[in-house]
Nanobody, 128 residues
Framework: LMCSCRRWGGLVQAGGSLRLSCAAFGFTFDNLNIAWFRQAPGKEREGVSCISASDGSTYYADSVKGRFTIASDDAKTAVYLQMNSLKPEETAVYHC?????????????????????WGKGTQVTVSS
């Protein structure tokens, strides 16, 4: 139903860029909110970014503001996370999810566990 996919590969040098895609097959995101999460070994889950398919509003974690961009395609079948100026500490498993909770609540357990659709995680490794 959904796929968390790398467009440019999951291994990148520090300062480099990657684009991840979250694709919906057989349906559109419509009024759903699409979020990207990441989790590294020994660290808590972090809400990275979120976009509302209904109005296009976006959310970014403070740590990625100015470097990451989230966007949906015109057909509302895919959401992309463009990650620029990547840092080694951002090495993690990244995954996307879709649900109805407001993006502002991305870091809450309620938001995370209320998501209806999930994509498989993808490993992103940023080398130093």
């Amino acid at each position: 139903l959904m796929c968390s996919c790398r467009r440019w590969g999951g291994l990148v040098q520090a300062g480099g860029s990657l684009r991840l895609s979250c694709a919906a097959f057989g349906f559109t995101f419509d009024n759903l909110n699409i979020a990207w999460f990441r989790q590294a070994p020994g660290k808590e889950r972090e809400g990275v970014s979120c976009i509302s398919a209904s109005d296009g509003s976006t959310y970014y974690a403070d740590s990625v503001k100015g470097r990451f961009t989230i966007a949906s395609d015109d057909a509302k079948t895919a959401v992309y996370l463009q990650m620029n100026s990547l840092k080694p500490e951002e090495t993690a498993v990244y995954h996307c999810a879709a649900g109805s909770q407001p993006c502002v609540n991305i870091d809450s357990d309620t938001f995370y566990y209320s998501m209806h659709y999930w994509g498989k995680g993808t490993q992103v490794t940023v080398s130093s």
